[in-house]
């Protein structure tokens, strides 16, 4: 397992942008596909996109043009950037790692709350 830190969060305005980060130590990071998820209040986590080992990009429809994710291997590091933010964004955001030998997500952060206001 990686250890993973999430950074980024904060309150912004409906129709404005954030840009999480996720720092990963404790692993070979470039082996691991790298995902961001999300927890609204009362609701359950959901998946918002996944960067793979291999280099592959996948999004949740909620954040298709909206939501870009990258990934620096040299710094360890996943990113989300998020434009043209809406209230129902507002959550705790999540990075989880999912190693190439299983597949399945089995680090994650503690999170990093994000607040859109109307």
């Known amino acids: 397992q990686v250890q993973l830190v999430e950074s980024g969060g904060g309150l912004v305005q409906a129709g404005g942008s954030l840009r999480l980060s996720c720092a990963a130590s404790g692993g070979t990071f470039s082996s691991y596909s790298m995902g961001w998820f999300r927890q609204a209040p009362g609701k359950e986590r959901e998946f918002v996109a996944v960067f793979t080992w291999s280099g592959g990009t996948g999004y949740a429809e909620s954040a298709k043009g909206r939501f870009t994710i990258s990934r620096d291997n040299a710094k360890s590091t996943v990113y989300l950037q998020m434009n043209s933010l809406k209230p129902e964004d507002t959550a705790v955001y999540y990075c989880?790692?999912?190693?190439?030998?299983?597949?399945?997500?089995?680090?994650w952060g503690q999170g990093t709350q994000v607040t859109v206001s109307s």
């Open positions: 989880a790692a999912a190693p190439r030998a299983s597949g399945k997500y089995d680090s």
